[in-house]
């Protein structure tokens, strides 16, 4: 009698969140009149999707008024995207209303256990490719008679 004998390995994935935290910096490229210099991305709101899986790896991460965050996230590799919650005064290119801008990924930070836990993010904004180049320009200088 032949017997057979079948084993299976279970493959043990730890699928818990880390805790990360890191800080995140932009600069805008020149349009206008906007400031060019790199500084904190304060009081604003990203969005972190891992696109494997993005129903259930998806958050919304927080800078406060220095440009700082912290979170929670599972494993994996997420990509960075705007949200609509972004702080007026900062004076970015954000164009909120440009779907072109808000759907763009601006990088990834991969999560795992193993991997560091503390990010510097640096989000560098063209000029808005909703807007016409006439509307984004600097204002002509008038010539002297």
């Not at 800080?23 to 904190?40: L, P, Q, V």
């Not at 960075?80 to 702080?87: D, R, V």
């Not at 560098?124 to 002509?140: D, M, W």
Request: aromatic share 6%; proline share 3%; with cysteine.
């Amino acid at each position: 009698m032949i017997s057979w004998l079948f084993l299976s390995a279970a493959v043990v994935v730890d699928n818990n969140p880390v805790s990360i935290k890191g800080h995140i910096d932009f600069s805008n490229a020149a349009c206008g009149n906007n400031n060019t210099t790199k500084r904190a991305f304060a009081g604003c709101v990203i969005k972190v999707v891992d696109e494997m899986n993005p129903k259930t790896k998806t958050a919304s991460i927080k800078t406060n008024g220095a440009g700082d965050f912290t979170a929670s996230l599972k494993p994996g590799t997420y990509n960075i995207y705007l949200t609509k919650k972004i702080n007026k005064a900062l004076k970015s290119n954000v164009d909120v209303a440009c779907s072109k801008m808000m759907r763009k990924s601006y990088g990834q930070i991969v999560v795992s256990k193993s991997h560091a836990k503390t990010y510097r993010i640096i989000l560098s904004f063209e000029c808005s490719p909703c807007k016409s180049a006439k509307s984004v320009s600097a204002k002509p200088v008038a010539k002297k008679k």
